[in-house]
């Protein structure tokens, strides 16, 4: 066993039984190179990658290519969803020096961490006009004997190059509306109408621009830009990419169709996922939309939630196929055969026909994913909750994923945010009670006594790296959803330490961002970037939450920070628009408020002072936040002097620091914060 065992990460530990003498990364790996003189191999990659699962097998656990790889290497292991600075550094020169990038990553550095050769997955021998791993060793080994000069200079470059490198910020002034508009044009041009989402295959969920075309739509009346979050919602939901028996979505398409997924589940595609569909709910009223986030809620809840309360990160896309051998989407994949043997042959003809499995398939080796590619059609809804029912159990017989039990801060705090709404949009409380579980393993295990972040933990174990920005913001995005729906001031509370830290630590004179803390570990570069990718940028992000939390406390600092900080937005959502969807969604807000919503009642538990609230939480402007508690309490600011009207629960709308007569009745309420 080798120097992994013992950590957190779920990634290094499927490494710790390697041949491979791996490190993690610590300051003794680089000494350990400087003290024997030789290059250091670092690998990059995370436990739901199938790539990395095929290097790890053909190469971490060979032992010949072990061995070579001992005697001149010092091998460091390094999860990047634990490590997201490391990885953003190093996937920054090899995309710098390659063109592209991706997982498996594998860096080869001087004992300085500087780079000078890189590259991603390599095969166990040549093909395809890629080099075997082993020529690949051996080459840089050459190179670090003989040519050290030219690799010291290669280097110097590479990491001057890095260090030099500045990105387009901008300036500090927000978009306004013609920003937003050609960005909403940009979306237009890169659409697939007959396909929905954005840009050929692979095709992600565009989570991040769907909020920000519904946002539009609800600010603009833009029809537009409402057809294309809603079709495009639609075709994910009835595609592959979809989970049709448990609920939940795929990584990605690999397909233009959405019809073939690469079938790894993540916990951040999902959160964001639930939230989009529950807020097309509340502007649509769309059943398949209240289903979808719905269901996706349920599978967060159910598949991914661990002892201590908080969610794992990921489901991986391989599982064994029965004969022991691991191959991807074997769990969810199904022939015609296989419908038969568990449903019989008359409701496996009816499956066969809902669920779009063919004979030829629509996947590998005759088997299909399930879809719901029918468009018209009348079906026994009872009937199909049974096919489902029985398929779902059959399944559950098959050798499931494995999971990554590491809970990523981050990506909890969009949990979090999302099974809060959608616990409150659709009377679920349990799915706010699983929200408020979470937030309290963070609170108690990720928090120290400063406020600091972690960035990981795992069996009750918090892991030894600090949060990044998007940590701080998403956890603060989290609890400020909480605070809404709960009326729990003390997430209130709580966000604000999480986003003093950022203007503390993360923000420079400028305005501009940066992904690490004035006092995290140094790297080759301080990693800075603003783009929206599989998750909101912790720089947009940041924007977001510091936006809300200035909404609901009227801390101009905040709102201030906000604005500086969108001026990103201002440059990038023209040009961009697909990679900074997140920050025009913040945009969309900023234009549309403040517009602060604050309901009071007699209690927490009064039927009336509920629906007012409801009705406050449902509605669509963009720029609302919601403050909720029993009249005369300090447990929110903006519930401070707002008393009942004639002894019964009232709503006070303000905008721009302008106030409308405060409103008992619900439909005055839903008119005011929908148009």
């Given amino acids: 066993m080798n120097r992994l065992a013992g950590v957190t990460s779920p990634y290094l530990l499927q490494h710790a039984d390697n041949p491979v003498d791996w490190w993690p990364w610590v300051p003794e790996a680089f000494e350990e190179a400087r003290r024997r003189d030789v290059p250091v191999l670092l690998s990059v990659g995370y436990s739901a990658c199938h790539w990395c699962h095929v290097m790890a097998h053909e190469s971490f656990e060979d032992h010949p290519t072990a061995d070579y790889l001992n005697a001149h290497f010092v091998s460091i292991k390094v999860d990047r969803e634990e490590r997201p600075d490391v990885d953003a550094v190093y996937m920054e020169a090899v995309q710098a020096a390659t063109g592209q990038g991706g997982w498996p990553m594998t860096v080869f550095l001087t004992p300085e961490a500087e780079p000078f050769y890189f590259g991603t997955y390599f095969p166990p021998a040549p093909r395809h006009g890629m080099p075997s791993f082993r020529q690949v060793l051996e080459g840089v080994r050459s190179a670090w004997s003989d040519r050290r000069d030219e690799v010291a200079e290669v280097a110097g470059k590479i990491t001057r190059d890095l260090s030099r490198r500045e990105i387009d910020y901008g300036g500090t002034e927000a978009p306004g509306k013609e920003e937003l508009s050609q960005a909403l044009l940009g979306l237009t041009r890169e659409y697939d109408p007959q396909r929905g989402g954005f840009g050929g295959a692979p095709k992600f969920p565009p989570s991040m621009a769907l909020e920000f075309l519904l946002r539009h739509h609800a600010r603009t009346g833009s029809e537009g830009a409402l057809e294309m979050a809603r079709d495009t919602c639609e075709r994910m939901a009835r595609g592959g990419i979809y989970d049709q028996l448990a609920g939940g979505f795929a990584r990605y398409s690999v397909d233009r169709e959405w019809i073939v997924p690469h079938f790894e589940k993540m916990l951040y595609d999902n959160a964001l996922l639930c939230r989009v569909y529950a807020h097309l709910w509340r502007s649509t009223?769309?059943?398949?939309?209240?289903?979808?986030?719905?269901?996706?809620?349920?599978?967060?809840?159910?598949?991914?939630?661990?002892?201590?309360?908080?969610?794992?990160?990921a489901l991986d896309a391989d599982s064994d196929d029965g004969t022991g051998k691991h191959v991807e989407g074997?769990?969810?994949?199904?022939?015609?055969?296989?419908?038969?043997?568990?449903?019989?042959?008359?409701?496996?003809?009816?499956?066969?026909?809902?669920?779009?499995?063919?004979?030829?398939?629509?996947?590998?080796?005759?088997?299909?994913?399930?879809?719901?590619?029918?468009?018209?059609?009348?079906?026994?809804?009872?009937?199909?909750?049974?096919?489902?029912?029985?398929?779902?159990?059959?399944?559950?017989?098959?050798?499931?994923?494995?999971?990554?039990?590491?809970?990523?801060?981050?990506?909890?705090?969009?949990?979090?945010?999302?099974?809060?709404?959608?616990?409150?949009?659709?009377?679920?409380?349990?799915?706010?009670?699983?929200?408020?579980?979470?937030?309290?393993?963070?609170?108690?295990?990720?928090?120290?006594?400063h406020a600091r972040l972690a960035r990981t933990s795992k069996d009750g174990q918090v892991g030894a790296n600090t949060g990044v920005l998007e940590d701080y913001a998403d956890v603060a995005e989290g609890f400020l959803a909480l605070a809404s729906v709960t009326g729990e001031g003390v997430w209130l509370e709580f966000a604000g330490f999480l986003l003093d830290h950022v203007l503390a630590g993360f923000v420079d004179e400028s305005g501009a961002l940066y992904d690490t803390a004035s006092d995290a570990e140094r790297l080759i570069r301080r990693p800075q970037d603003p783009t929206d990718n599989a998750t909101p940028s912790g720089w947009t992000a940041a924007a977001g939450a510091l936006l809300g939390y200035a909404a609901q406390t009227g801390a101009e600092p905040h709102r201030t920070a906000a604005e500086r900080a969108l001026g990103v937005v201002k440059a990038l959502g023209p040009r961009v628009p697909r990679f900074i969807g997140w920050g025009l969604a913040v945009a969309e807000a900023y234009l549309d408020g403040p517009r602060e919503v604050a309901v009071v009642g007699p209690s927490f538990g009064d039927e009336a002072t509920r629906a007012l609230h409801r009705t406050a939480l449902l509605g669509t402007a963009p720029g609302a936040v919601v403050a909720f508690g029993v009249a005369g309490s300090d447990e929110l600011p903006l519930l401070a002097d707002r008393p009942l009207v004639e002894g019964g629960p009232a709503a006070y709308v303000c905008r721009n620091f302008t106030c409308d007569a405060p409103t008992t009745d619900p439909e005055r309420l839903r008119t005011a914060l929908n148009r």
């Fill in 330 to 449: 074997a769990y969810y994949v199904w022939t015609p055969e296989q419908l038969t043997g568990v449903l019989g042959a008359e409701d496996a003809q009816l499956a066969a026909h809902y669920f779009g499995v063919t004979d030829e398939g629509t996947f590998e080796e005759g088997q299909s994913v399930l879809q719901l590619p029918q468009d018209e059609g009348v079906f026994d809804a009872e009937k199909i909750a049974s096919i489902r029912g029985r398929l779902l159990a059959a399944r559950a017989e098959r050798p499931a994923p494995g999971r990554d039990d590491k809970v990523v801060a981050a990506w909890n705090g969009l949990a979090i945010a999302a099974l809060a709404e959608t616990g409150a949009y659709f009377d679920r409380p349990d799915l706010v009670e699983a929200a408020v579980s979470a937030a309290d393993l963070l609170v108690r295990l990720h928090l120290d006594e």
């Fill in 285 to 313: 009223g769309s059943e398949l939309a209240r289903r979808v986030a719905v269901e996706t809620a349920d599978f967060m809840v159910r598949e991914l939630r661990t002892n201590e309360g908080g969610f794992a990160s």
